[in-house]
T-cell receptor, first 112, second 115 residues
Framework: ETGVTQTPRHLVMGMTNKKSLKCEQH?????MYWYKQSAKKPLELMFVYSLEERVENNSVPSRFSPECPNSSHLFLHLHTLQPEDSALYLCASSQVSGTEAFFGQGTRLTVV | AQSVAQPEDQVNVAEGNPLTVKCTYS??????LFWYVQYPNRGLQFLLK??????LVKGSYGFEAEFNKSQTSFHLKKPSALVSDSALYFC?????????????FGKGTTLSVSS
């Protein structure tokens, strides 16, 4: 719908599991972002990739590991998560020299 | 550091009445300002932006926003609310001089339009 596709849409994982979230953009953008949206809290910027290089990492725990193999794809690798990591994880993309960002539909993550 | 404040957790308005959702910002330089809307279990949808020029910007679905530099505000408005406008609204900012940096969002305001 918006040119940014996230999979899966829903994910339930145990605290000892390893899983990955995937984001793909079809907009020709060269910057990609991961945000975390928890109930009753502001959107938290997690990671920023600009021209496939990580340029920002906002004190995110090491149990979250991003990967940007090319300008169209972004992954978030998850391992040994905690229940408080349950949230909606949103991917976005934009042009580095552009203005607005476009968001995917999000992955609803539940850690049990 | 950049920041955005949305002072209201919720705004209630009757259908057909005008609505305003408030936003104030703080940036070190000139701002890029944005409004996004989020429907349940969906991502954020871009509504409108202010970059430069006319202080009143028009966006999708009949929404508009007024940039006020002296008050560092960027309030979202609509002359006549619809029930379908009920959603979560986010204001966002980016420093004009920091290309490539991410948008910083406010905590969001829930708009509830009653019929």
């Amino acid at each position: 719908e918006t040119g940014v596709t996230q999979t899966p849409r829903h994910l339930v994982m145990g605290m000892t599991n390893k899983k990955s979230l995937k984001c793909e953009q079809h907009l020709g953008h060269n910057a990609m972002y991961w945000y975390k949206q928890s109930a009753k809290k502001p959107l938290e910027l997690m990671f920023v990739y600009s021209l496939e290089e990580r340029v920002e990492n906002n004190s995110v725990p090491s149990r979250f590991s991003p990967e940007c193999p090319n300008s169209s794809h972004l992954f978030l690798h998850l391992h040994t998560l905690q229940p408080e990591d349950s949230a909606l994880y949103l991917c976005a993309s934009s042009q580095v020299s552009g203005t607005e960002a476009f968001f995917g539909q999000g992955t609803r993550l539940t850690v049990v | 550091a950049q920041s955005v404040a949305q002072p209201e957790d919720q705004v209630n308005v009757a259908e057909g009445n005008p609505l305003t959702v408030k936003c104030t910002y703080s940036v070190s330089g000139n701002p890029y300002l944005f409004w996004y809307v989020q429907y349940p279990n969906r991502g954020l949808q871009f509504l409108l932006k202010y970059i430069t020029g006319d202080n009143l910007v028009k966006g999708s679905y009949g929404f508009e926003a007024e940039f006020n530099k002296s008050q560092t505000s960027f309030h979202l408005k609509k002359p006549s609310a619809l029930v379908s406008d009920s959603a979560l609204y986010f204001c966002a900012v980016r420093d004009f001089n920091q290309a490539g940096t991410a948008l910083i969002f406010g905590k969001g305001t829930t708009l509830s339009v009653s019929s």
